[in-house]
Structures are given as structure tokens and as C-alpha cells.
């Protein structure tokens, strides 16, 4: 596990479009596990600055999101597969067949969550997954108590994340109460994670996820069972750390490897 703490949020998605960069490079048919939210999208406008001035090339690139709203259709405005054309697949070269959205409106949807994680099997697996996380420790939709091993399912939102998100919704009453969600499990098997993160509100997630127990009251903590993760913060989301982390240059070495 790296920890790198940067000053800013900026800079935070600035590091975390070099760490994206580089692994593209390497491996020009990435398999990319892509998260919505607040937190990557300052990740997303560099990767699009990157395709179109210095012609980072996606077109050999798979995708599989980690979330999606039970209910939505991806034409709702805030529904997530219609946050990921606007803010990245529209933007970028990506086939559309290669693009894996989880649809929230299956009606089999545990056979549907089987499909997924089949898909992502054919595909060799998540080279490298996006993630953010919870003010409650949550990854993806795999609220507290979700089990380490789960796999893509559907989830009840806890009470902090329907509170969260509210704000997506025109009123209380059309914010969706389930989503289906890759699991823990879907996520550790990723080759290699970044984890991003900033503001003070994620300050105790991130203490419990990387200095605290592994335990589902915080799932995001598995990730220190992970060989290969990045975690890259802010000053504000690193705030109540205990341990001294770098600034950067540590990432170079793992990216070697
Ligand atoms: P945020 O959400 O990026 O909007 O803070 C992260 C998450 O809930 O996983």
C-alpha cells in the first residue's frame, strides 16, 4: 500500500492522471474499473486533456463501472451511466462495446450481477480500478457491514449515503434505496487500485481505512490486504493520519513495477 499525500485536491488528481497514464502506456488494452462521484472528476477532465493534446490513445481500452442506481434508466440525469458520458466516455475513444455500464434496470438482476462479474472474467480481470470512497469507509456501494468477499450484487444504501447523495435528486422521495454494486471481493481481485480521496469529510474514513483494523464496519480497510494500491490524498483527507506518508516520488518505484 502507498500512501502519497499531496497539498491539494488538484494535485491529488494530477498525480492520479500520471499514476492512469502510465499504466495506459504499458498496457494500451487497459482494463479500467471506473468510479463516479465528486472525487474523480478532476481525474477524468486531465485523462480527456491528455486523449485530445497529447493523444493518449483509449481506443484498445475496456471499462467496467463499480455502481449503478437501481431503478434509473442511464438516460436520468442522475443516474451514473449518464455521469460517465458526460464526464469521460463522451470525451475520450473508447468503442462502445467496450464499455461496461451496470444497468440499474435489469429485471433479473442477480442473474445480471452474474453476468457482470462473467464479463469482467472474459475480459482478464480489472487491470486497474478507480475508487473513491465513503465519509462512512464505504467502496463502491459496499456499505459498512457488507462481507469482504462479496461480489457484484445489489445493495441497500445506508442512511449516510442516501443523505450524501441527496443532493443528485430533485426531492427525497426519488432517491433510489438500492444500487448493484461490484463487491469487495470484485474489487481486491483488481490487479491494482487507486484510491483517491480529499476534504476534511473523509478524514476518519481514511484513518480508519489505512491505519485502523480491517473490518466491515469500514470496507474500504481490506484494501490494506491489496499488493498493489495506490491511495493518493489531499492535505484535508490525510488530516487525521498518524503516520508520515511522501509526497510523490515513492510512486515512481511502484511504477516501475
Ligand atoms: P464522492 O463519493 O467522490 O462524491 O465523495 C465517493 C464515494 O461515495 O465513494
Excluded at 454494486?181 to 484510491?195: H, N, Q
Aim: charged share 25%; proline share 4%.
Amino acid at each position: 500500500m502507498l500512501v502519497i499525500v499531496k497539498e491539494s485536491g488538484r494535485e491529488m488528481s494530477a498525480e492520479a492522471a500520471e499514476i492512469f497514464a502510465n499504466r495506459l502506456r504499458k498496457k494500451p488494452n487497459l482494463v479500467v474499473g471506473f468510479a463516479t462521484g465528486s472525487t474523480p472528476v478532476e481525474l477524468y477532465k486531465l485523462l480527456i486533456r491528455m486523449h485530445k493534446q497529447e493523444g493518449l490513445d483509449f481506443s484498445k481500452v475496456t471499462t467496467f463501472n463499480l455502481d449503478e442506481y437501481v431503478g434509473l434508466p442511464p438516460s436520468h440525469q442522475a443516474s451514473y451511466a449518464r455521469f460517465m458520458r458526460k464526464n469521460l466516455f463522451e470525451h475520450l475513444n473508447i468503442p462502445e462495446h467496450s464499455i461496461h455500464l451496470p444497468d440499474g434496470m435489469a429485471d433479473d438482476v442477480d442473474a445480471y450481477c452474474d453476468w457482470y462479474e462473467g464479463e469482467i472474467q472474459k475480459a482478464g480481470g480489472i487491470d486497474l480500478q478507480i475508487l473513491g470512497i465513503g465519509a462512512n469507509g464505504h467502496i463502491a456501494f459496499n456499505e459498512p457491514g457488507s462481507s469482504l468477499g462479496s461480489r457484484t450484487r445489489i445493495k441497500t444504501l445506508a442512511g449516510t449515503t442516501l443523505r450524501d447523495n441527496a443532493r443528485f435528486f430533485k426531492s427525497k422521495k426519488d432517491l433510489p434505496k438500492y444500487a448493484i454494486t461490484m463487491g469487495v471481493g470484485t474489487i481486491m481481485d483488481a490487479k491494482e487500485i487507486l484510491l483517491l480521496a480529499s476534504g476534511t469529510g473523509k478524514a476518519d474514513a481514511l484513518r480508519a481505512a489505512v491505519e485502523g483494523p480491517i473490518t466491515v464496519q469500514c470496507p474500504a480497510s481490506i484494501v490494506q490486504l491489496h499488493r498493489k494500491v495506490f491511495i493518493v490524498l489531499d492535505r484535508d483527507a490525510a488530516s487525521k493520519l498518524a503516520g508520515s506518508y511522501p509526497d510523490s516520488w515513492h510512486s515512481s518505484l511502484l511504477l516501475e513495477r
